[in-house]
């Protein structure tokens, strides 16, 4: 069953380079347990903050290339293994779930940055990296 699904709600999925970097970003703030409800009317938790990157590193898969992709998405796997091994934060976990989403963070800025020198436009036509 989706998350989204049993919780209610419709589900944030970042669809561009950017938005899920800033997604990861406040993924960090929050973890490990991402206690709250969001403006999209989901409960944030673990399954359904995992399930968004998922979907929103499908989205940009073709930008990231095949390589990469399987990394991220390993270090995403990680991450949420080693929140789930620490809900409290207090065995240090959180922060080493906190660095892997960080390595995905770099991994996408390292594709933004390829893009942005390539002068590959994004979908509003503007040289941005996305």
Do not use: W
């Amino acid at each position: 069953m989706e998350p989204q699904r049993k919780e209610g709600g419709r589900l944030y999925v970042p669809e561009q380079l950017s938005e899920i970097q800033d997604f990861l970003m406040c993924m960090m703030a929050a973890a490990p347990r991402f206690a709250e409800v969001t403006s999209y009317g989901y409960h944030r938790s673990v399954d359904n903050e995992f399930r968004s990157i998922q979907l929103g590193l499908a989205a940009v898969a073709d930008k990231v290339g095949e390589e990469r992709y399987r990394t991220v998405l390993a270090d995403a796997d990680e991450a949420k293994s080693l929140f789930l091994a620490d809900p409290d934060d207090t065995n240090g976990k959180t922060a080493e779930g906190c660095d892997k989403l960080m390595a995905i963070y770099d991994i996408l800025e390292e594709v933004r940055g390829e893009r942005y020198h390539a002068g590959i436009l994004d979908f509003e036509g503007l040289l941005t990296g996305d």
